[in-house]
């Protein structure tokens, strides 16, 4: 099961918003409304931070937003801050191997 | 308050074997599907393994026949027992516990290093 693809890096200003994809296949993002997203930051465990495509756990900020269209899924950070420099990964339910995680995207807040 | 705290890493030769351990506390492993996912230093999260409520299990095709996940139920403990190790193994090891078909909640993770 191959990664999910993502962009390598991104980057925005303070307040500006950015777009992060993820793009995988018919047998994982697109055939299952099951993708996820999780912010880690430099020596610390991931965090859930969109469930389910769409939908944020409890005490996470909204604007945080994603959505998925056919294979691709997309993570969109509105009013970008300092605190959202991190890494974000992607992850989808999948039939081959119950779940597969996307290549990581950085954010720099410029 | 969910809390998982895995042990058991370390260096270890190739071909060598350790077993990586996760205390649950807050919930109990029984009842949850648990996961192992792992992390290459500076690399990306790989999902590794699954136990699920009914003890089924599944595996990464790279460490099929090489890893086995196990529960203690009477101590809430998840195990993975990682064998057969080589270089590509070296990772930081995270158990987790599923929540609406994810990975709600993580441990601090432990780091094995297969290196000679």
């Known amino acids: 099961q191959s990664a999910l693809t993502q962009p390598a890096s991104v980057s925005g200003s303070p307040g500006q918003s950015i777009t992060i994809s993820c793009t995988g296949t018919n047998t994982d993002v697109g055939g299952f409304h099951l993708v996820s997203w999780f912010q880690q930051y430099p020596g610390k465990a991931p965090k859930l931070i969109i469930f389910?495509?769409?939908n944020r756990p409890s005490g996470v900020p909204d604007r945080f937003s994603a959505s998925k269209s056919g294979n691709t899924a997309s993570l969109t950070i509105s009013g970008l801050q300092a605190e959202d420099e991190a890494d974000y990964y992607c992850?989808?339910?999948?039939?081959?191997?119950?779940?597969?995680f996307g290549s990581g995207t950085k954010v720099t807040v410029l | 308050e969910v809390q998982l705290v895995e042990s058991g890493g370390g260096s270890i030769q190739p071909g060598g074997s350790l077993r990586l351990s996760c205390a649950a506390s807050g919930f109990n492993v029984s009842n949850s599907y648990m996961h192992w996912v792992r992390q290459p230093p500076g690399k990306g999260l790989e999902w590794v393994s699954v136990l699920k409520s009914g003890g089924a299990t599944e595996y990464a095709d790279s460490v099929k026949g090489r890893f086995s996940i196990s529960r203690d139920n009477s101590r809430n403990m998840l195990y993975l027992r990682i064998s057969s190790l080589r270089g590509e193994d070296t990772a930081i090891y995270y158990c987790?516990?599923?929540?609406?078909?994810?990975?709600?909640?993580w441990g601090q993770g432990t780091l094995v290093t297969v290196s000679s």
């Open positions: 987790a516990r599923e929540w609406r078909n994810t990975f709600g909640s």
């Open positions: 992850c989808s339910y999948t039939l081959t191997t119950t779940h597969v």
């Open positions: 389910e495509v769409s």
